[in-house]
């Protein structure tokens, strides 16, 4: 277990958030005999507000934090997953936060099919995806 506090990934939930393309992500992020460093990085959910989400696959996650809450100086990593809601324009205030997290140390890490989505919100430079 390493001596130094966790890194933390937020994981950005959103209704219809496509959660077939963070659950092996999130599963060995959290699990230390995944790590060089076992406990150096956990998972925290960050929504818009603190209101439960609905998945495409119909989970209900609460966000352990709001997308206010996220200073890009405690982020190791925000990830993206696609969703239908970014295809009908929304989720406008993540990708504000991923331009502002570019500026800093933290990584943007898109979902497979997200990256088109993601681009027109001007966010294309910097960013990698899964597809």
Known sequence: MTSTPAKTVHMAVYDTFADWE???ATAHINNGAWQRDPGSH?????????????SMGGMRVTPDMTLDELSPADSAMLVLPGADSWLAGGN???????RELLGWEPKVGLAEGLRLTIEKSGVERLVGSTG
């Open 42 to 54: 956990r998972v925290v959910t960050v929504g818009e507000s603190r209101d439960p989400v609905t």
């Open 22 to 24: 963070v659950g092996f």
């Open 92 to 98: 406008k205030a993540f990708a504000a936060k991923a």
